[in-house]
């Protein structure tokens, strides 16, 4: 999930090199955190949510292939 994640916003953004997921494995789910540039935040997030809804759906099918549960959150 953690590649996919990192894929997926570094074709968004301006500045690639500076995108960091880290994935932080619990219990039951796995939180992966994204890192952007503060300029790219708001690509990432796009109007209204609607990039980071859909980078969530994604990561949430793939994660159910695996019978597993991933959120994602991004982080400053």
Do not use: C, H, W, Y
């Amino acid at each position: 999930m953690k590649d996919l994640v990192f894929l997926i916003a570094k074709s968004l953004v301006d500045n690639p090199e500076q995108v960091e997921v880290r994935e932080i494995a619990g219990e039951k789910a796995t939180v992966l955190e994204l890192k952007v540039a503060d300029v790219d935040r708001g690509k990432i997030i796009g109007k209204e949510g609607r990039i980071i809804k859909a980078i969530r759906i994604i990561v949430n099918s793939a994660s159910a292939k695996l019978d597993k549960r991933s959120t994602v959150e991004v982080v400053e």
